[in-house]
């Protein structure tokens, strides 16, 4: 079934999915006006102090606080009264223990008020004492949130691959992350300040991904373009 695109609006890219009208935020984030609800893969809060814990090159300690601060914008424009993080919420469960206590304040203020669903992913189980649900997969008829794209499965939202598309608009390249979307799955970019990517063309995700797929570049205006034209 080929993929309609839709206007735009709050600075998003609007289709259909599996019969749910979604919207692409520019952002990096997936909105789901229907059941007013927001999804986000792959925060990887507590980079920074993960790397300085096991003596990598370090990075300037502001992640968390960006990442939250764009999330807090989300819920705010949205007004959203579910939250799916789809996994991958910090780089190590070590790095949810070791999250300073304002910012777990902060977490906790964003929770309020709100059914939130932490998904678990491969660098981290879910953060078990910071509030919410915690699945190893979520059903949400009719689509289904989990961490890593089951190739058997159809109207499937999942992230981990941090998908980044190249344009080359003939004056210059942008490379954004990006969303890879066709009828029968959703791969999200990741949404964490420090988060590096996986080139859509990649033959990965290529195999995952149908002929007809769009890849869908996050910023301030969402540009969805054919997968199968991207030669990053």
Same mark, same amino acid.
């Given at each position: &079934?080929?993929?309609?695109p839709?206007?735009?609006t &709050?600075n ?5 999915f599996?019969?749910a ?8 984030a ?8 927001i @999804?986000?893969? %792959?925060? +990887? =809060? ?7 814990r ?19 914008? %989300? ?9 799916? @993080? ?5 780089d %190590? *469960?070590?790095?949810? #223990? ?24 491969? +660098?981290d189980?879910?953060?078990?004492d910071l509030?919410?649900?915690? /699945?190893?997969?979520?059903?949400? #008829? *009719?689509l289904?949130?989990? +961490?890593?794209?089951?190739? %058997?499965?159809?109207?499937?939202i999942?992230?981990?691959? +941090? ?12 490379? /954004?992350p ?6 029968n ?22 195999? =995952? &991904? ?10 301030p205006?969402?540009?969805?373009? *054919?997968?199968?034209?991207v030669r990053d």
């Amino acid at each position: &079934m080929p993929l309609a695109p839709k206007e735009r609006t &709050m600075n998003g890219f609007d289709f259909e999915f599996g019969g749910a009208a979604l919207t692409a935020l520019g952002s990096g984030a997936l909105y789901w006006a229907a059941q007013n609800l927001i @999804c986000v893969s %792959d925060l +990887h =809060l507590g980079k920074s102090e993960r790397r300085a814990r096991l003596g990598e090159a370090p990075l300037p300690p502001y992640e968390t606080r960006d990442t939250l601060s764009r999330l807090e914008a %989300d819920l705010r424009t949205t007004s959203a009264t579910v939250v799916i @993080c789809l996994g991958d919420s910090f780089d %190590d *469960p070590a790095a949810a #223990d070791a999250l300073p206590e304002a910012e777990k304040l902060w977490i906790t203020a964003l929770q309020a008020g709100r059914q939130w669903i932490w998904i678990e992913g491969n +660098h981290d189980p879910g953060p078990v004492d910071l509030g919410g649900s915690h /699945r190893a997969e979520y059903s949400y #008829d *009719p689509l289904i949130f989990r +961490h890593i794209a089951d190739p %058997d499965e159809n109207h499937e939202i999942s992230g981990h691959y +941090h998908p980044k598309t190249t344009l080359n608009t003939g004056h210059r390249t942008i490379t /954004r992350p990006s969303f890879l979307i066709d009828a029968n799955r959703i791969i999200l970019p990741a949404y964490g300040t420090y988060t590096g990517g996986l080139r859509s063309h990649d033959a990965t995700l290529q195999s =995952l &991904m149908r002929s007809d797929a769009l890849a869908v570049l996050t910023g301030p205006t969402p540009r969805p373009l *054919p997968l199968r034209s991207v030669r990053d």
